[in-house]
T-cell receptor, first 117, second 112 residues
Framework: DTGVSQDPRHKITKRGQNVTFRCDPI?????LYWYRQTLGQGPEFLTY????????KSRLLSDRFSAERPKGSFSTLEIQRTEQGDSAMYLC???????????????FGAGSRLTVL | TQLLEQSPQFLSIQEGENLTVYCNSS?????LQWYRQEPGEGPVLLVT?????EVKKLKRLTFQFGDARKDSSLHITAAQPGDTGLYLC????????????FGTGTKLQVIP
């Protein structure tokens, strides 16, 4: 297993177009997260999956954003009708389903950088 | 919403200098994680501190968790150019799936 994979690494699109990002987590990790990060800032939580169930979605996420994890393995994040403000790095992370303080250690992919013109 | 404020936001120092990065919150966390991120890559975990007052050392890096588990610090001794990057603290909530909330980030540049 080579870690968390994200595709594409870079996406340039015109305002109003739809884009989709894919994340392949570490195979034995059943927790999957999407974060958004702008330059020099900390990652901002978007949504979380436990296996195929989407258990939390940020209130900051507009209806144009949707995420799926249909078989509890890979996940997709779709942004419809993109806006310039959507330009950011979209990070995926996964972790093992362990409980207890310090148990939730996230392994991140390299991210998908979106530029909306 | 659990907010984690980091200071300073930016830090540019000469090789060999010492520095401290602070991570503060009004919320209590079950643990505090520190990550380092290089340009074009995702964050990579450096350390997790769990117990209030805990101190962990990783070579030239020293991490401390506040007694009340609301704050943390990262101290780097004799910084090297390889330490350059974005340092992120992240608080792990208690209960449920232990949501991880990231701080605002500290961008460190170490000049040779």
């Amino acid at each position: 297993d080579t870690g968390v994979s994200q595709d594409p690494r870079h996406k340039i699109t015109k305002r109003g177009q739809n884009v989709t990002f894919r994340c392949d987590p570490i195979s034995e990790h059943n927790r999957l997260y999407w974060y958004r990060q702008t330059l020099g800032q900390g990652p901002e939580f978007l949504t979380y999956f436990q296996n195929e169930a989407q258990l939390e979605k940020s209130r900051l996420l507009s209806d144009r954003f949707s995420a799926e994890r249909p078989k509890g393995s890979f996940s997709t994040l779709e942004i419809q009708r993109t806006e310039q403000g959507d330009s950011a790095m979209y990070l995926c992370a996964s972790s093992v389903d362990l409980t207890g303080p310090g148990a939730n250690v996230l392994t991140f992919g390299a991210g998908s950088r979106l530029t909306v013109l | 919403t659990q907010l984690l404020e980091q200071s300073p936001q930016f830090l540019s120092i000469q090789e060999g200098e010492n520095l401290t990065v602070y991570c503060n919150s009004s919320s209590v966390f079950s643990s505090l994680q520190w990550y380092r991120q290089e340009p074009g890559e995702g964050p990579v975990l450096l350390v997790t501190v769990v117990t209030g007052g805990e101190v962990k050392k990783l070579k030239r890096l020293t991490f401390q968790f506040g007694d009340a588990r609301k704050d943390s610090s990262l101290h780097i001794t004799a910084a090297q150019p390889g330490d350059t990057g974005l340092y992120l603290c992240a608080g792990e909530g208690s209960g449920g799936y232990q949501k991880v909330t990231f701080g605002t980030g500290t961008k460190l540049q170490v000049i040779p």
